[in-house]
């Protein structure tokens, strides 16, 4: 029936009232719209609606400081399922949907596309039942919802590009419009919309179009003037909500969450069982102090209290004082609240993320031996897609979805996946949003974040430990100043001046000038022949330095040592193996020598008598010190810090840390006139060396976007925030340094060849863990002589290739016979 017939059918429809929400009951029509090939349209869309409402129910999450109570949230994210596929009626895109679903290939139209169409109709859905509300939330709500549904079936992008786009879409809009029937289209809103809305807009969809477009530009130059992240958080948690509920009704996997019982007292037993709790040493003994006095705090807590540092020496036990903390947190929220939270445990670097999640594997699984991923799930680009519950193993895209979604208790994940949730653009890094609701976030090594970002991170986190009801637990030896402590942020070691007082178990000896490479090698060569009782570690700036100087310390090497090189142009699986071997003393009782980059920093639990460091800014400097004496031996440990300069000399330094003078001449300025610092002393210099980064940094960059989050320019946001810095093209290689490598990429060979694409990417997804093991990052410079191939994305070393030590060294990895290992490469 066409729009001129729409008054006539009104009056013989029975209206009735649900809730809140009007109601209206027809009679079916003779064919049924499609959603999915296999879905009807009004199924599809009651689904995603009442998910979408059941997540705001069961969510903690609080908006009321801008406006909006819980039960306007539930409507709101009701509507918005309501609306979000509206344009799925138009018999353009029914004719797509029904061919697919008869297994042909049609072509796509413009009149086909569903987005915005049904992004206009939920503006002027919300525009109307929010009518109510007080500005300027009521003038903002209608465009979240235009933008979340516009975009649910790609990426968030600037909002207010996105409201500019209606005026090229008019045409589009009639021609659709003008299409749909009538009948068919209340059919499927039945019980969902009163038929005055769907007749509303049939009728106003132009006056709808227009006022868009007539206000947007003073209400988001508004938001962008007001600095205001609120709203941000409430686009992202909708968005979230949609993409979810959208994704699990397509996908008919029932995640509907159970909490599983994870014990506060997990910890406990575990450190009992490793007789952690009777300590025999010093270091124990402080770590037993220090797990006492941070689980004290639990009693004394202030409901108001959301931001805590933990922040104490390295080798003190933090990563399961924090977990313990956490979990006994947990339970004492859920007791009081009834409401259970997610533990979010975030690190920077891959090297440490399974090692920690084997830890906490060990913990959780005290009790619980069949461990599934509702309880743990690790979360990184190259996690196993392997998702189990019980007996019930998920196929690999099932897995993906799941895993993605932080479907579990506890989730052990990176700062990339966390952050990138905040401050991208991207549909499956957002669609978790929703799940950090009311979690208790663990942010591990926080130090490693860039200073230009902390202003921004500061903002963002005090608002989701505001609104969002978030627990966050900034964890360090090194606390940075994102928060003043005492005013912004608890401490939950309060004593913790003492343990760093009575740590005293090593020195630094800073050596003022340059040095060459080749003087620093000789230095460092006659002392480990000297002391042959002495492990070390001597960690460069660059990738090519580091392969320089395990060249010519184990070039005619005379000495009995055991010499290990770490970086990331060596594979993955290997890295970890040498890792492992490092760590295992019985298998290498003699003198061991590690040559590495910065990878050794944060959280690879490694021990050794004497350290050799590049010069770095303090921060790093302080990180690589916690792998000497860490486990505070019998004799003092050693730290030698060297400005090291290439043969053109330029320092290391000036490679790597690009855009960070400020931390480089901090640092020179806080060491200036020392020549040996005391654990202790160190401490201070720490502090001192923060205090100075606050007073010198530039807020410039966060201010710009916190501009972007507060305007709701998604886009800008994600060109503008990378955690991780890239200043040269990579390129993906895999390596197959051994015969089950070869299986893996002939896998692979084979895969590529699938011509469904489904069928490809799950074929995939079961080796994907595995094939990564053998995967680095080179400069694009190599592209041509890895066969680096433009449609898989990536380059290829063969065995035999590996044999003639063209490409890859067994030892030191990826270094192509006629790179210059004098220069600087960028550590990945």
Same mark, same amino acid.
């Given at each position: 029936?066409? /729009?001129?017939?729409?008054?006539?059918?009104?009056?013989?429809?029975?209206?009735?009232?649900?809730?809140?929400?009007?109601?209206?009951?027809?009679?079916?029509?003779?064919?049924?719209?499609?959603?999915?090939?296999?879905?009807?349209?009004?199924?599809?869309?009651?689904?995603?609606?009442?998910?979408?409402?059941?997540?705001?129910?069961?969510?903690?999450?609080?908006?009321?400081?801008?406006?909006?109570?819980?039960?306007?949230?539930?409507?709101?994210?009701?509507?918005?399922?309501?609306?979000?596929?509206?344009?799925?009626?138009?018999?353009?895109?029914?004719?797509?949907?029904?061919?697919?679903?008869?297994?042909?290939?049609?072509?796509?139209?413009?009149?086909?596309?569903?987005?915005?169409?049904?992004?206009?109709?939920?503006?002027?859905?919300?525009?109307?039942?929010?009518?109510?509300?007080?500005?300027?939330?009521?003038?903002?709500?209608?465009?979240?919802?235009?933008?979340?549904?516009?975009?649910?079936?790609?990426?968030?992008?600037?909002?207010?590009?996105?409201?500019?786009?209606?005026?090229?879409?008019?045409?589009?809009?009639?021609?659709?419009?003008?299409?749909?029937?009538?009948?068919?289209?209340?059919?499927?809103?039945?019980?969902?919309?009163?038929?005055?809305?769907?007749?509303?807009?049939?009728?106003?969809?132009?006056?709808?179009?227009?006022?868009?477009?007539?206000?947007?530009?003073?209400?988001?130059?508004?938001?962008?003037?007001?600095?205001?992240?609120?709203?941000?958080?409430?686009?992202?948690?909708?968005?979230?909500?949609?993409?979810?509920?959208?994704?699990?009704?397509?996908?008919?996997?029932?995640?509907?969450?159970?909490?599983?019982?994870?014990?506060?007292?997990?910890?406990?037993?575990?450190?009992?069982?490793?007789?952690?709790?009777?300590?025999?040493?010093?270091?124990?003994?402080?770590?037993?102090?220090?797990?006492?006095?941070?689980?004290?705090?639990?009693?004394?807590?202030?409901?108001?209290?959301?931001? /805590?540092?933990?922040?104490?020496?390295?080798?003190?036990?933090?990563?399961?004082?924090?977990?313990?903390?956490?979990?006994?947190?947990?339970?004492?929220?859920?007791?009081?609240?009834?409401?259970?939270?997610?533990?979010?445990?975030?690190?920077?670097?891959?090297?440490?993320?399974?090692?920690?999640?084997?830890?906490?594997?060990?913990?959780?699984?005290?009790?619980?031996?069949?461990?599934?991923?509702?309880?743990?799930?690790?979360?990184?680009?190259?996690?196993?897609?392997?998702?189990?519950?019980?007996?019930?193993?998920?196929?690999?895209?099932?897995?993906?979805?799941?895993?993605?979604?932080?479907?579990?208790?506890?989730?052990?994940?990176?700062?990339?996946?966390?952050?990138?949730?905040?401050?991208?653009?991207?549909?499956?890094?957002?669609?978790?949003?929703?799940?950090?609701?009311?979690?208790?976030?663990?942010?591990?090594?926080?130090?490693?974040?860039?200073?230009?970002?902390?202003?921004?991170?500061?903002?963002?986190?005090?608002?989701?430990?505001?609104?969002?009801?978030?627990?966050?637990?900034?964890?360090?030896?090194?606390?940075?100043?994102?928060?003043?402590?005492?005013?912004?942020?608890?401490?939950?070691?309060?004593?913790?001046?003492?343990?760093?007082?009575?740590?005293?178990?090593?020195?630094?000896?800073?050596?003022?000038?340059?040095?060459?490479?080749?003087?620093?090698?000789?230095?460092?060569?006659?002392?480990?022949?000297?002391?042959?009782?002495?492990?070390?570690?001597?960690?460069?700036?660059?990738?090519?330095?580091?392969?320089?100087?395990?060249?010519?310390?184990?070039?005619?090497?005379?000495?009995?040592?055991?010499?290990?090189?770490?970086?990331?142009?060596?594979?993955?699986?290997?890295?970890?193996?040498?890792?492992?071997?490092?760590?295992?003393?019985?298998?290498?009782?003699?003198?061991?020598?590690?040559?590495?980059?910065?990878?050794?920093?944060?959280?690879?639990?490694?021990?050794?008598?004497?350290?050799?460091?590049?010069?770095?800014?303090?921060?790093?400097?302080?990180?690589?010190?916690?792998?000497?004496?860490?486990?505070?031996?019998?004799?003092?440990?050693?730290?030698?810090? /060297?400005?090291?300069?290439?043969?053109?000399?330029?320092?290391?330094?000036?490679?790597?840390?690009?855009?960070?003078?400020?931390?480089?001449?901090?640092?020179?300025?806080?060491?200036?006139?020392?020549?040996?610092?005391?654990?202790?002393?160190?401490?201070?210099?720490?502090?001192?060396?923060?205090?100075?980064?606050?007073?010198?940094?530039?807020?410039?960059?966060?201010?710009?976007?916190?501009?972007?989050?507060?305007?709701?320019?998604?886009?800008?946001?994600?060109?503008?925030?990378?955690?991780?810095?890239?200043?040269?093209?990579?390129?993906?290689?895999?390596?197959?340094?051994?015969?089950?490598?070869?299986?893996?990429?002939?896998?692979?060979?084979?895969?590529?060849?699938?011509?469904?694409?489904?069928?490809?990417?799950?074929?995939?997804?079961?080796?994907?863990?595995?094939?990564?093991?053998?995967?680095?990052?080179?400069?694009?410079?190599?592209?041509?002589?890895?066969?680096?191939?433009?449609?898989?994305?990536?380059?290829?070393?063969?065995?035999?290739?590996?044999?003639?030590?063209?490409?890859?060294?067994?030892?030191?990895?990826?270094?192509?016979?006629?790179?210059?290992?004098?220069?600087?490469?960028?550590?990945?």
């Amino acid at each position: 029936m066409s /729009f001129s017939n729409v008054m006539e059918i009104r009056s013989g429809l029975q209206v009735h009232t649900t809730g809140s929400l009007r109601m209206v009951s027809v009679s079916p029509s003779s064919e049924s719209l499609l959603s999915h090939p296999d879905r009807l349209l009004g199924q599809h869309l009651k689904d995603v609606a009442k998910r979408s409402a059941l997540i705001c129910t069961e969510s903690p999450v609080s908006f009321l400081s801008i406006g909006i109570s819980l039960e306007d949230l539930r409507r709101v994210s009701f509507l918005i399922g309501v609306c979000h596929d509206f344009g799925k009626a138009t018999p353009y895109f029914q004719e797509y949907i029904k061919a697919i679903r008869d297994g042909k290939r049609p072509k796509k139209r413009r009149e086909s596309q569903h987005g915005a169409l049904s992004a206009l109709f939920a503006y002027a859905v919300v525009r109307s039942r929010f009518s109510h509300l007080t500005s300027p939330i009521r003038d903002i709500l209608p465009y979240i919802a235009y933008e979340v549904v516009r975009r649910h079936h790609g990426d968030l992008h600037n909002c207010t590009d996105d409201v500019v786009l209606l005026r090229d879409d008019g045409d589009i809009f009639a021609r659709q419009i003008a299409s749909l029937d009538y009948d068919q289209t209340i059919d499927a809103y039945n019980g969902l919309l009163d038929t005055e809305v769907i007749a509303g807009f049939f009728h106003g969809w132009r006056q709808e179009l227009s006022e868009a477009l007539r206000t947007s530009n003073r209400i988001f130059r508004r938001l962008r003037k007001s600095l205001d992240v609120r709203y941000a958080g409430l686009i992202l948690f909708c968005y979230s909500v949609l993409l979810s509920a959208d994704k699990e009704s397509a996908s008919g996997l029932d995640v509907e969450r159970r909490p599983k019982a994870v014990c506060g007292e997990d910890v406990d037993r575990h450190r009992c069982r490793n007789k952690f709790d009777r300590p025999e040493n010093t270091m124990n003994k402080i770590r037993n102090e220090i797990y006492a006095e941070v689980i004290g705090q639990l009693d004394c807590l202030d409901p108001a209290e959301h931001i /805590f540092s933990l922040n104490l020496p390295t080798g003190t036990g933090k990563t399961l004082t924090g977990l313990s903390f956490a979990l006994k947190l947990r339970e004492k929220i859920g007791k009081e609240t009834g409401f259970c939270p997610r533990i979010i445990y975030c690190l920077p670097y891959l090297s440490i993320i399974d090692q920690n999640s084997q830890v906490f594997g060990e913990v959780l699984g005290v009790n619980n031996p069949s461990l599934s991923s509702e309880v743990l799930l690790t979360h990184h680009h190259l996690t196993d897609v392997s998702y189990t519950t019980g007996d019930e193993e998920y196929d690999p895209e099932e897995s993906q979805f799941l895993i993605e979604g932080w479907n579990a208790e506890v989730i052990v994940t990176t700062f990339v996946q966390f952050f990138h949730m905040l401050f991208s653009s991207r549909n499956r890094a957002h669609r978790r949003y929703h799940r950090v609701v009311g979690s208790i976030v663990i942010l591990d090594e926080v130090q490693t974040l860039p200073h230009r970002y902390w202003e921004l991170i500061r903002q963002t986190l005090s608002m989701l430990a505001k609104d969002h009801m978030m627990y966050i637990i900034l964890m360090t030896a090194t606390q940075p100043n994102i928060f003043k402590v005492g005013e912004e942020i608890r401490e939950l070691a309060p004593g913790r001046e003492a343990y760093f007082q009575v740590l005293d178990r090593l020195d630094l000896y800073v050596h003022h000038g340059q040095v060459e490479i080749d003087t620093f090698i000789r230095i460092v060569r006659e002392d480990i022949a000297k002391h042959p009782e002495n492990d070390y570690l001597i960690v460069m700036n660059t990738i090519a330095s580091s392969q320089r100087v395990f060249r010519d310390l184990t070039h005619q090497q005379e000495d009995g040592a055991t010499y290990v090189y770490l970086s990331t142009r060596v594979v993955p699986k290997e890295r970890l193996a040498r890792i492992m071997r490092i760590k295992d003393k019985n298998l290498n009782p003699g003198q061991q020598v590690i040559v590495s980059t910065q990878l050794i920093e944060a959280g690879v639990d490694i021990d050794v008598d004497v350290v050799y460091r590049d010069f770095a800014p303090l921060d790093s400097i302080n990180q690589v010190a916690g792998r000497c004496n860490r486990n505070f031996g019998g004799k003092k440990g050693m730290m030698h810090l /060297f400005e090291i300069v290439d043969g053109t000399g330029k320092p290391y330094y000036q490679y790597i840390y690009k855009g960070s003078e400020i931390l480089i001449q901090n640092t020179k300025d806080v060491l200036e006139g020392k020549e040996c610092i005391t654990e202790a002393e160190f401490v201070m210099a720490i502090e001192e060396y923060y205090a100075r980064v606050s007073d010198a940094k530039s807020d410039d960059l966060s201010k710009n976007l916190i501009e972007h989050l507060a305007a709701l320019e998604f886009e800008d946001l994600d060109k503008g925030f990378h955690l991780i810095d890239s200043d040269y093209p990579k390129y993906s290689v895999f390596v197959a340094i051994d015969e089950e490598a070869e299986k893996y990429w002939e896998s692979f060979c084979r895969i590529k060849e699938i011509e469904e694409r489904s069928e490809r990417k799950k074929a995939f997804l079961r080796i994907k863990k595995n094939f990564f093991e053998y995967v680095i990052a080179v400069p694009s410079k190599f592209r041509n002589m890895v066969g680096y191939d433009e449609m898989t994305g990536i380059g290829y070393i063969s065995l035999e290739e590996i044999h003639q030590g063209l490409l890859y060294d067994e030892e030191i990895g990826f270094s192509p016979v006629n790179e210059n290992t004098g220069g600087g490469t960028l550590i990945l």
